[in-house]
């Protein structure tokens, strides 16, 4: 499965940007999707996963009422909205996919596939 993500962008604080990741050369309703990020410096952390029928999704602390994630299955893709944007969510945002874990265990990270990231920086 080859992963492409979209979307990042610099952005004033408070404002949104729109995160998009296209999937190519698997069964994408098959894999659990999610969203990781990775700021200078810092170790990766989850930001967000879901099911792959859509119906469960799963937020990261530092995220959750303020990002939100969905797929389309028939277009490949997975998205992840993020509003109220803050300076500490300037990070590299990278998609992944597994094929076996659900919302809960994809936190850990140990997802099959990975996407290039996508910059995100918001400027205070």
């Known amino acids: 499965v080859q992963l492409q993500a979209f979307g990042g962008g610099l952005v004033q604080a408070g404002g949104s940007l729109r995160l998009s990741c296209t999937a190519s050369?698997?069964?994408?309703?098959?894999?659990?999707m999610g969203w990781f990020r990775q700021a200078p410096g810092k170790e990766r952390n989850f930001v967000a996963a879901?099911?792959?029928?859509?119906?469960?999704?799963g937020y990261g602390d530092s995220v959750k009422g303020r990002f939100t994630i969905s797929r389309d299955n028939a277009k490949n893709t997975v998205y992840l909205q993020m509003n109220s944007l803050k300076p500490e969510d300037t990070a590299v945002y990278y998609c992944?996919?597994?094929?076996?874990?659900?919302?809960?265990?994809?936190?850990?990270?140990?997802?099959?596939?990975w996407g290039k990231g996508t910059q995100v920086t918001v400027s205070s």
């Open positions: 992944a996919a597994d094929e076996y874990r659900d919302t809960y265990s994809a936190r850990s990270g140990g997802m099959d596939y």
């Open positions: 050369g698997g069964t994408f309703g098959s894999y659990v």
């Open positions: 879901i099911s792959r029928g859509g119906g469960n999704t």
